[in-house]
């Protein structure tokens, strides 16, 4: 098969869950899911009925990935994660290797949910080769960072993003968001191949990767008040950016 991780393989694909069953357990096998999209007008659409979590799988992931290094990710995310989510774990606090594993962990969710959902412009899955290589170095040539929410439940957004900008520069990136309940990521992929700052409003992100030092501030309007879970995900989304050079 040709594994969306490591490529054509004599492994047998398997079916890999988007949210592993450690997620399921912690909050219930039936829990759903609604998908949508956000317009060029910035209103949104449902793409398509909610889907059970547990049925929410990738069958683009062989058995030695999935069974592999995915299952060990998902081993050294899940205390941390669940930490955070119960809040006796702050993201502030975390260890620059526990905020690599988180953006990993992030970095390999995001691509695998782009793929189930059947997104129009899918990450590239040379970004998941790379988490897979790179266990112990440098996750890849993207960004994430993390916020504790009150939201309770489970969601997924992507937004492609390409605006010019004063002096020929431009914002742009595929930025996909991944909510768990009280827990939501941000994850940036770059479209382009040039060089690029990572952005973000520090009062509401903590950054995972890069390192915080490598983060610049981001000049954005305050939250909306009050809105509902779908709005603040759109909101958030705004709220970070991927800055690229371009002569």
Known sequence: MDCLACGTTSSPASREHVFS??????????I?????????????????AEIKLDSFKLKRICECCNNGWMSELEESAKPLI??????????GSLSEDERRILARWAGKTAIIESHSVGAECPVSGEYLKRIRTNADGIPGRFAVVACRTEMRAFGHMQIGVIRDLIGGAKASGNIIMIALPKLVFACGFPMLETPYQC??????????????????PMNQTPMPSGPDDLETLAAMAERIELFHFVK
């Open 32 to 48: 759903s899911m609604a998908l949508f999209r956000l317009l060029d007008d910035g209103a949104h659409e449902q793409r398509r």
């Open 82 to 91: 669940l930490g955070v989510i119960r809040g006796v774990l702050e993201l």
């Open 199 to 216: 952005r973000c409003v520090k009062s509401l992100y903590t950054p995972l990767w890069p390192p915080p030092a490598a983060w610049y």
């Open 21 to 30: 069953k450690w997620l399921l357990t912690e909050f219930g096998p039936d």
